[in-house]
């Protein structure tokens, strides 16, 4: 199995380096439970110079309570040194850590040519795709009022198709390698009548792209109680010839491989034997044990 997913940072302040020892418990959690390879993935809007030389790019509201909630999330969780970030894990790598150097791109409308200059300059190995704002509103933090309340108003069909709008989007740019959690939307447990039929349309919007999709257990932790994609949506990705790997969205060394012996039933059931994993940002076939 793989975790291609895995945070170094709560979501709280706090974005120190990660030291060797740090990377090395991570590697020995995921050893524990059965993984082969970890990815360390922290979202980009955590680094200083991301938000330095890209976050003035994003078209989104800079007024109104939204905006303002937004504001105060990326101030509070920013402070990242890429650089440090980079060579820590770099130096991880060198010294034999089965661990790979990822970012979670965030979608930022407006904001995909800065995002790339800025990336260009380092060596990753893979990028994770995401989806967590429409305009300004941070929809999966169900735990903050003011983003909650925004589920209360807004018609739950129209948010899901423009979260859908947003994915198509962004596997579309062929800026990214992996999606992530493709159908968190789902992740504060509001769902429209007829998902089934949103679902359709992102099956159709990805039909071509060569886009990795990732299969998480974090939708076990959340209120939708489901992984990412839900089992019909997987069923219709696989159908669809799309590639997957595995993740928990892990974001301390005890959530590395969450529930992946479940996770492993579902593949399983697929009859899926391998994974795929990324070095240097080109794709690698893993075997897996079927029996893990």
């Given amino acids: 199995m793989l975790d291609s997913h895995v945070h170094v940072w709560a979501h709280e302040p706090g974005t120190p380096t990660p030291t060797y020892d740090l990377l090395a418990s991570y590697c020995d959690a995921a050893e524990t439970a059965g993984i082969q390879q970890i990815a360390i993935t922290e979202h980009c809007t ?4 991301v938000l330095a030389e890209v976050e003035s790019h994003w078209d989104r509201p800079r007024s109104g309570p939204l905006a303002d909630a937004t504001d105060h999330i990326l101030a509070m969780e920013s402070g990242g040194d890429l650089d440090a970030y980079v060579n820590a894990i770099v130096d991880a790598q060198n010294r034999g850590l089965p661990i790979a150097l990822g970012l979670e791109v965030d979608h930022l409308p407006g904001a995909a040519e800065a995002m790339d200059a800025v990336l260009a300059d380092y060596p990753f190995d893979v990028f994770l795709g995401s989806v967590h704002w429409l305009d300004a509103w941070l ?45 968190v939307i789902k992740v504060a447990g509001h769902r429209p009548e007829r998902a089934a039929e949103i679902e359709d349309r992102l099956i159709t919007g990805l039909a071509g792209s060569n886009v990795v999709i990732e299969v ?13 994609p839900s089992p019909r949506l997987l069923e219709r990705l696989l159908a669809g010839g799309h590639r997957i790997t595995t993740a ?44 893990q």
């Avoid at 529930?259 to 059931?269: G, P, W």
């Fill in 216 to 228: 998480s257990s974090a939708g076990w932790r959340k209120p939708a109680g489901e992984i990412y």
């Fill in 248 to 291: 928990s969205d892990a974001h301390q060394a005890g959530q590395i491989g969450h529930r992946f012996d479940d996770l492993a039933h579902v593949l399983d059931e697929h009859g899926i034997d391998a994974l795929t994993a990324f070095h240097e940002r080109r794709p690698v076939s893993v075997p897996r044990d079927s029996t």
């Fill in 46 to 49: 955590r680094f200083d110079r």
């Fill in 139 to 183: 929809f999966d933090a169900y735990e903050n009022s003011a983003f909650a309340q925004e589920w209360e108003r807004r018609d739950t069909a129209e948010v899901w198709q423009r979260y859908v709008d947003a994915v198509v989007d962004l596997a579309a740019s062929g800026r990214i390698d992996i999606l992530a959690h493709i159908d």
